[in-house]
């Protein structure tokens, strides 16, 4: 049973960084796509970035290109979310996801996903 949990999340200031991690654990990885999404209060959960099961490919949300990083460290079983001059429009429950099979884009195709952690940006 694929078990992932997120972690990193925090209170911070507009323009700041912040680095988010998510443990995956249960079975192989290196077998699993992996996506970051977020959810902000009253609004639906949103796509920001997935990698391969490599880290060769990786893909992002219109909304974070440029500014947001995912990446992969499959000896450690974790993948990360850099993100950079962050601004209020990022306060959101931040989620890692996984599927086996393509990558993709849409939350319904992840089949496990992990409780969120909360990232808040205000002055």
């Known amino acids: 049973q694929v078990q992932l949990a997120e972690s990193g999340g925090a209170s911070v200031q507009p323009g700041d960084s912040l680095t988010l991690a998510c443990e995956f654990s249960?079975?192989?990885?290196?077998?699993?796509?992996m996506g970051w999404f977020r959810q902000a209060p009253g609004k639906d959960r949103k796509f920001l970035a997935t990698?391969?099961?490599?880290?060769?490919?990786?893909h992002y949300g219109d909304s974070v290109k440029g500014r947001f990083t995912i990446s992969r460290d499959n000896a450690k079983n974790t993948v990360y979310l850099q993100m950079n001059n962050l601004t209020p429009e990022d306060t959101a429950v931040y989620y890692c996801?996984?599927?086996?099979?393509?990558?993709?884009?849409?939350?319904?195709?992840?089949?496990?996903w992990g409780q969120g952690t909360q990232v808040t940006v205000s002055s």
């Open positions: 990698i391969s099961w490599s880290g060769t490919y990786t």
């Open positions: 249960g079975v192989t990885f290196s077998d699993y796509i």
């Open positions: 996801a996984a599927r086996m099979g393509r990558y993709t884009t849409y939350d319904e195709d992840y089949r496990y």
